[in-house]
């Protein structure tokens, strides 16, 4: 596993910007995907997007466009750019991380990560 630390959360207003990021110690090359998820209260954990070492970016429909994911590899850090923030974006914001090089296509089921950060709070509102 690696430790993972987001950063960058806060209060915006609906229309807004917010950039989050996920900054892992102990990190390994062995840790090829990152992928940022989201919960609102009383519902289930959302995957949003995921990086990979090999170049993949994946988005869920509810934010494409809108969302953009880039990370360093060298440094294994991974930013998550929110622009256009709805007041549905309201959440709590996780990034976590499992041992491979590819997203695939259950990049967003969270049961397949064995590495979380602790979250930061995104709250849209006038």
């Known amino acids: 596993q690696v430790q993972l630390v987001e950063s960058g959360g806060g209060l915006v207003q609906p229309g807004g910007s917010l950039r989050l990021s996920c900054a892992s110690s102990?990190?390994?090359?062995?840790?090829?995907?990152i992928a940022w998820f989201r919960q609102a209260p009383g519902k289930l954990r959302e995957g949003i997007s995921c990086?990979?070492?090999?170049?993949?970016?994946f988005y869920a429909e509810s934010v494409k466009g809108r969302f953009t994911i880039s990370g360093d590899n060298a440094k294994g850090t991974t930013s998550l750019q929110m622009d256009g923030l709805k007041p549905a974006d309201t959440a709590g914001y996780y990034c976590?991380?499992?041992?491979?090089?590819?997203?695939?296509?259950?990049?967003?089921?969270?049961?397949?990560?064995?590495?979380w950060g602790q979250g930061t709070q995104v709250t849209v509102s006038s």
């Open positions: 976590a991380a499992r041992p491979r090089a590819w997203c695939g296509s259950d990049w967003d089921d969270p049961s397949v990560y064995d590495s």
């Open positions: 102990g990190f390994t090359s062995n840790y090829g995907v």
């Open positions: 990086f990979s070492t090999s170049g993949g970016r």
